[in-house]
């Protein structure tokens, strides 16, 4: 119940393409949704998040959509960049509970070819 | 704002040895820390909760008496692997919460930039 799935495993795009990563999620308390980027050898930054009480957030070219109902999320990047290749985890955790430690999908390795 | 600094960024040490590695929060104060680590190629694995002045609270699975966190301040958590093998190679990453700071909610983690700890 504590997991978060991720989807796909890795995913090539052309410069310009809209790569979409979804993620799925059990546990009904969870109640906060970030996305993070990992370029290699660094750590992830925080890029976006989203509460349930959206369905959808836009933060410059990085979108996430939210359906509660079938307790999936997904981030859309519009127009991407070659240097928007990266690893990109989904995440999400209890705000107010267990510390709000995040629960991490499995991650989706980004290629945006020129 | 949010920045999370951790030293050292990369170590090697020898078998059997102790290392400690260093996260601070640099412009704000974290009433929770968050100790990670991640292997090549996969996904970040919590190891261990930390408050301020309380004990850390460790994943499943993880030796309480391997991996030393002390959080003395809201701006410092420390790791040390004591006894390394090199099994406990590994890209270890710390977060942070943050508290109190203007233009941040609280619940957002902020990483470090990871150290990468090599033990031959």
């Known amino acids: 119940q504590q997991q978060v799935k991720q989807s796909p495993q890795s995913l090539i795009v052309q410069k310009g393409g809209i790569p979409i990563i979804n993620c799925a999620y059990e546990n009904t308390a969870f109640d906060y949704f970030p996305w993070y980027q990992q370029f290699p050898g660094k750590g992830p930054a925080l890029l976006i998040a989203?509460?349930?009480?959206?369905s959808e957030k836009k933060e410059g070219r990085f979108t996430i959509s939210f359906n509660k109902s079938a307790k999936q999320f997904s981030l859309h990047i519009m127009d991407s960049q070659p240097g928007d290749s990266a690893t990109y985890f989904c995440a999400a955790s209890m705000i107010y509970n267990q510390g709000g430690k995040l629960i991490f999908g499995q991650g989706t390795e980004l290629s945006v070819k020129p | 704002g949010a920045v999370v600094s951790q030293h050292p960024s990369w170590v090697i040490c020898k078998s059997g040895t102790s290392v400690k590695i260093e996260c601070r929060s640099l412009d704000f104060q974290a009433t929770t820390m968050f100790w990670y680590r991640q292997f090549p190629k996969q996904s970040l694995m919590l190891m261990a909760t930390s408050n301020e002045g309380s004990k850390a609270t460790y994943e499943q699975g993880v030796e309480k008496d391997k991996f030393l966190i002390n959080h003395a301040s809201l701006t410092l958590s420390t790791l040390t692997v004591t006894s390394a093998h090199p099994e406990d190679s590994s890209f270890y990453i710390c977060s942070a919460t943050v508290f109190g700071s203007a233009g941040a909610r609280s619940y957002e983690q902020y990483f470090g930039p990871g150290t990468r700890l090599t033990v031959t």
């Open positions: 989203i509460r349930p009480d959206v």
